[in-house]
């Protein structure tokens, strides 16, 4: 991995500056981020009360139509709806 600029970032305070963080530290947070999750996955749990949305059946039906999911009315949408 390439080594990231050491270029500082500051803070103006009342007094002046400080040193609020640098790109070195920076990439070591996201190191030990990416670290803390081996396989890459990172994701919160849906909420168990949400809908599910049929995304095979949605982009056969988009794709059909020549739309994209955004363009779908309310009407449309709820077909694709599981509660």
Same mark, same amino acid.
């Given at each position: 991995?390439?080594?990231?600029?050491?270029?500082?970032?500051?803070?103006?305070?009342?007094?002046?500056?400080?040193?609020?963080?640098? @790109?070195?530290?920076? !990439? %070591?947070?996201?190191? *030990?981020?990416?670290?803390?999750?081996?396989?890459?996955?990172?994701? &919160?749990?849906?909420?168990?009360?949400?809908?599910?949305?049929?995304?095979?059946?949605? @982009?056969?039906?988009? !794709? %059909?139509?020549?739309? *994209?999911?955004?363009?779908?009315?309310?009407?449309?949408?709820?077909? &694709?709806?599981?509660?």
């Amino acid at each position: 991995m390439a080594k990231a600029n050491l270029r500082t970032v500051l803070k103006q305070t009342q007094k002046g500056y400080t040193l609020k963080r640098s @790109d070195t530290m920076l !990439r %070591e947070d996201i190191n *030990k981020f990416d670290n803390a999750f081996p396989d890459g996955v990172f994701a &919160f749990p849906p909420d168990p009360n949400a809908p599910k949305v049929r995304i095979r059946a949605l @982009d056969k039906y988009c !794709r %059909e139509k020549g739309i *994209k999911p955004v363009d779908l009315s309310k009407e449309e949408m709820e077909r &694709f709806l599981v509660y």
